[in-house]
């Protein structure tokens, strides 16, 4: 057993600029073999104690820095990771699940992106100001950095998500201590190894490894974090809203989804199939802005769902580093007993389950026969009251309902508790501005999925979360805005 704990990859936190030893450990597990591979820190109040306070003591320095300054250092980072870019992806994969292409193309290069994004945006913000010419006033706002930010990042994305909070909430001057999930810390790891090279002064960015029980809960709890920006579930963030509420914590919550596509008469399968096959199965479906139910107008349903199975059952399930792969592994064993349930539930209730998940036989290679792994799976016949059409399951699992008018097409996509993404499908550009007017959502796409422009406003409505991300918002969220009036 010595000789397994030696081959193991041992993470330790990152507080004040060093690494720094925990009593006790995690076992990470290799989701596409089931074996485990990596010791991660089970760290709770006196690492948060340590880091909190590192970041308090860097944030004098940290915050009077120049907004080009920062930039700076923001984009060297960036360089880095781009530099390491396939050695970042390989180590998403093997810890996540996800295919190696995946991380290639979406996961790494994004990471990338959203320092280089803040690094620029920081540089071209302004304040207001406004002229009482008659009251002899002037009137002007100035923004400062909040102090020490509490970030929450969850597994399906790791350094990803992690890297759209980090980057924002440096660039405006605050410090941090991030505390990525404990089934896919090693990217985070990976990139406090980069911080000094990049610039980055000792406790500007603290991570703290472990659950959301003991870590999470300390760091959101912790008197001298007056902001966190957390995504993941929505019962978590009930949990923190809950125990952050006596100390007026300010919150950023991106949730869940329950996401509908909306496909009309007059679409165009050719570019919605592909496409509608994407948002339901990439990432293995582990995506909050996945659709996960697909509501296709009656005449052209059949045909949509011949085709719709047929190219679904091409997807290839299968370990994540073949780079011919399109599903990888589901990241946990629990969580995919739990997606599967959700099948079986479904089968009860009487649905038909025309692909995937005990319909067609998974043959996966030796090395991946105890890995957690799903095929696409496609469920019709399905009511709107049923839990696979109300509940987000996040993972590969797609359901295909008829409707036939427009009216209760928009009543039924809103009969959720979710309102985070939704996708239309329709060349009649009327109909798609009033549908799009009409959804209770905080992002929608016509014709299209995850196109992302940066600048702009995300998140959710309703259960979804609290709060936008984005240029503008992200800003507004890390800074304090104060109101200055001068009488001349």
Not at 198 to 223: I, R, Y
Request: with cysteine; glycine share 8%.
């Amino acid at each position: 057993s010595k000789q397994l704990i030696m081959a193991l990859l041992v993470l330790e936190n990152f507080i004040g600029g060093k690494f720094v030893p925990c009593s006790s450990y995690i076992d990470s597990y290799n989701p596409s073999t089931g074996d485990i591979y990596c010791k991660v820190p089970d760290s709770g109040k006196e690492e948060v104690e340590a880091a909190v306070r590192a970041a308090k003591d860097a944030f004098p320095i940290w915050s009077s820095k120049s907004p080009l300054e920062r930039s700076q250092i923001l984009n060297k980072l960036a360089d880095l990771i781009e530099h390491d870019l396939e050695a970042f992806a390989q180590a998403e994969s093997k810890d996540q699940g996800k295919t190696i292409t995946f991380a290639r193309t979406v996961d790494i290069p994004r990471a990338v992106y959203n320092f280089r994004f803040f690094a620029s945006s920081i540089l071209h913000h302004v304040t207001e100001c406004t002229e009482m010419a008659t009251m002899g006033c002037v009137h002007y706002t100035s923004r400062a950095p909040v102090g020490v930010a509490g970030l929450i990042s969850p597994w399906n994305l790791p350094l990803y998500l992690l890297t759209w909070k980090i980057a924002p909430a440096i660039a405006c001057g605050n410090t941090v201590v991030a505390k990525p999930s404990e089934m896919t810390s090693v990217t985070a790891w990976m990139m406090c190894r980069l911080l000094e090279k990049a610039g980055v002064p000792h406790g500007v960015v603290n991570v703290v490894f472990g659950t959301g029980a003991k870590a999470g809960e300390a760091l959101v709890c912790h008197p001298d974090v007056p902001l966190i920006s957390f995504t993941g579930s929505t019962l978590t963030a009930q949990r923190i809203t809950e125990k952050s509420a006596p100390y007026c914590k300010r919150l950023s919550l991106e949730l869940g989804g329950k996401n509908p596509a909306i496909i009309f008469n007059d679409a165009d399968l050719n570019q919605c199939i592909p496409t509608t096959l994407r948002s339901s199965f990439a990432n293995q479906g582990e995506i909050c802005l996945c659709t996960s139910r697909i509501f296709v107008q009656r005449d052209i349903y059949s045909e949509f769902l011949n085709k719709f199975v047929a190219e679904a059952r091409k997807w290839k399930t299968g370990n994540p580093s073949d780079p011919t792969v399109d599903v990888g592994a589901l990241i946990s064993k629990e969580h995919l007993e739990k997606v599967r349930n959700y099948v079986k539930k479904a089968r009860a209730e009487g649905a038909r389950i025309l692909c995937g998940e005990g319909v067609d036989s998974l043959s996966l290679p030796p090395g991946n026969q105890k890995g957690y792994f799903m095929l696409p799976t496609v469920i019709t016949e399905v009511k709107d009251e049923s839990c696979c059409m109300q509940e987000e399951i996040f993972g590969p699992v797609t359901c295909v309902v008829a409707f036939d008018t427009e009216e209760e097409v928009i009543k039924r996509a809103n009969g959720v508790k979710y309102g985070l993404a939704a996708t239309v499908w329709s060349s009649n550009v009327g109909r798609v501005h009033r549908v799009a007017h009409r959804l209770q959502s905080g992002l929608v796409w016509t014709n299209c999925w995850l196109m992302r422009d940066l600048n702009l406003p995300f998140g959710g409505m309703k259960a979804s979360g609290i709060g936008r991300e984005g240029a503008k918002d992200s800003y507004e969220f890390f800074t304090e805005v104060k109101t200055i009036t001068i009488k001349h």
